[in-house]
């Protein structure tokens, strides 16, 4: 089984246990309130995102997730996505041999929850979220944000819409310039988008943002490789944060994080999300972890959603074999 040891950080109302097993290191956020159980939030705010979750399920499968009641920010209709097979010389300008990435994936995300993508390696989930935010355009599909048409946006009105829809990259090591310093790396967005802003405020505003993810000022004139992995990511969550969003799309942001790190930062995103009333789409491949963060889960497998609805119900009732297989490979499920 395993010895539960477990660690209190200074300014939060959470405890991180962690779990030393034979065959590796499980966690676990809890959230403690009285009377809920491991793995239990019990917060109002917490019970309310829960029933909501519960209101929003429309139980089993099919592409679409959620019929919402309540303000929904995203709407994702039949978004499709294919990559040529061969790349170079041999991918004949894009016209040769495709698969298809994403195959026709709809959902709704409510203002203020977490909806999760779970699902394996490669099935899809980066290109979903690349989408999302047009970093990568659709091949076919319509998305929806904030009352908008995305697509159809281009010039000011894009951007403008952009400043709106930030991401927490899977690869803290990749995603960060390290030819630029933090406080020009965090402080770009800033720049593009409000160009008019004094250095002074600039920099104050970076030097604030830094700070309520966890780190010093003096990170502002130090280079990425002087930070850990942890460290990393808080810069690119300061940088998502920046601009205050309405919706981040996080990508694996734990994923490359050694498991008490990734808690911590877990933590942070949980507290920023209720501090500036952020909508995450989380996307992860580790139940656990969508388990202790979301209201609503798709699970993702070769590109389509095959199972989706809220987290207590998919987890507890999976309707979709491939979901009960992604089961059966966690030992063992906080609260489950
Ligand atoms: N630019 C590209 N050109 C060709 N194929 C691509 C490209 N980007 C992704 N793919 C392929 O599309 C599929 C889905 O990739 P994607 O990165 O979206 O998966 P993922 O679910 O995010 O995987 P992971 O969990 O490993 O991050 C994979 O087979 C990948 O090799
Ligand atoms: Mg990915």
């Not at 917490?46 to 309540?70: K, Q």
């Not at 993810?213 to 808080?234: C, I, K, M, N, W």
């Not at 966690?330 to 489950?336: C, S, Y």
Request: hydrophobic content about 40%; glycine content about 10%; overall charge positive.
């Amino acid at each position: 089984m395993g010895a539960w040891s477990w660690c209190c950080f200074p300014g939060l109302t959470h405890f991180v246990a962690a779990r030393i097993r034979p065959e590796g290191l499980t966690y676990s956020l809890l959230r403690r309130a009285s009377g809920a159980r491991d793995g239990e939030v019990n917060s109002p705010l917490h019970r309310e995102r829960r029933d909501s979750g519960r209101r929003f399920s429309r139980g089993g499968g099919g592409n679409t997730v959620g019929f919402l009641t309540m303000a929904t920010l995203l709407e994702a209709r039949e978004l499709r996505k294919s990559y040529s097979r061969a790349t170079g010389v041999l991918s004949g300008n894009g016209r040769g041999p495709r698969f298809t990435a994403v195959d026709g994936v709809s959902f709704s995300v409510a203002a203020g929850e977490t909806f999760a993508v779970v699902g394996e390696s490669g099935c899809g989930k980066t290109t979903l979220a690349r989408m999302l935010l047009r970093l990568i355009e659709p091949d076919s599909g319509e998305i929806e944000f904030d009352g908008r048409n995305l697509l159809a946006l281009g010039g000011e009105e894009l951007r403008r819409q952009r400043r709106q829809m930030q991401m927490i990259f899977q690869d803290p090591f990749a995603s960060l310039n390290p030819r630029m310093r933090v406080g020009e790396i965090v402080g770009e967005p800033l720049a593009i988008h409000e160009p008019g802003l004094a250095r002074t405020e600039r920099r104050e505003r970076v030097a604030a943002t830094l700070k309520r993810v966890g780190l010093t000022e003096d990170a502002l004139a130090r280079y990425p490789h002087e930070f850990s992995g942890g460290q990393r990511q808080r810069i690119g969550i300061a940088r998502a944060l920046i601009l205050r969003p309405k919706l981040i799309v996080a990508d694996e942001p734990v994923s490359a994080l050694d498991v008490s790190v990734g808690a911590q930062v877990l933590l942070l995103l949980q507290e920023l999300q209720q501090e500036f009333a952020l909508t995450y789409i989380f996307i992860s491949h580790s139940l656990p972890v969508v388990a202790q963060v979301a209201t609503r889960v798709a699970v993702m497998r070769a590109g389509v959603f095959v199972e989706s609805g809220a987290v207590e119900q998919v987890l507890r009732q999976p309707a979709h074999a491939y979901t009960r297989e992604l089961l059966a490979a966690v030992p063992e499920l906080p609260g489950h």
